[in-house]
């Protein structure tokens, strides 16, 4: 299974809180915080409804176990 790679690259300040929950959600707590996630339609999900503040991008390396 593939994988994305989520970078926050804008801050959530200012935002709603469903908007900021979904970035805790993802594991993006601090800015220029990147995490690698499997692509399934619960994750493409939530980078769609923040996707005013992530970059997403295909993953090369696998999920650490």
Do not use: F, W
């Amino acid at each position: 299974m593939a994988n994305l790679k989520i970078k926050l690259t804008r801050s959530a300040i200012g935002y709603s809180v469903t908007q900021k929950r979904t970035a805790k959600a993802l594991g993006l707590t601090k800015m220029g915080r990147t995490v690698v996630r499997p692509d399934n339609e619960q994750i493409r999900g939530m980078c769609h409804s923040i996707s005013h503040l992530v970059t997403v991008t295909p993953a090369d390396e696998p999920l650490a176990s």
